[in-house]
Nanobody
Framework: QVQLVESGGGLVQTGGSQGLSCVAS????????IGWYRQQPGKQRELVAT???????NYADSVKGRFTISRDNTRNTVRLQMNSLKPEDTAVYYC?????????????WGQGTQVTVSS
């Protein structure tokens, strides 16, 4: 198993920047893929950005060029740097980790952190 603890959410103005951090309870090298999803009221949870154990990054089209995902393997931490924020980025952001256990890929979620972008 893996526990994920997010931090860094809050209120930010349109055009501003915000950073989110996710600390995992195990080495990132043991996690197949880790990243961020978000959920807006009344909508399904959607992918924002992920990074694999090999360092491959994947971004939603809506955040490409504005958001950057990075990892600090020494601190078991994944960070999402969000720039040029828009009101439509307002959501609860969740950290997600995919871990192979007994040959099956299992997903783990953090508790979520609210990001609100004021217009």
């Amino acid at each position: 198993q893996v526990q994920l603890v997010e931090s860094g959410g809050g209120l930010v103005q349109t055009g501003g920047s915000q950073g989110l951090s996710c600390v995992a309870s195990r080495s990132l090298f043991s996690i197949y893929v880790i990243g961020w999803y978000r959920q807006q009221p009344g909508k399904q949870r959607e992918l924002v950005a992920t990074i694999s154990s090999g360092g491959d990054r994947n971004y939603a089209d809506s955040v490409k060029g504005r958001f950057t995902i990075s990892r600090d393997n020494t601190r078991n931490t994944v960070r999402l740097q969000m720039n040029s924020l828009k009101p439509e980025d307002t959501a609860v952001y969740y950290c997600n980790a995919g871990v192979f256990i007994d040959g099956n890929l299992r997903n783990y979620w953090g508790q979520g952190t609210q990001v609100t972008v004021s217009s």
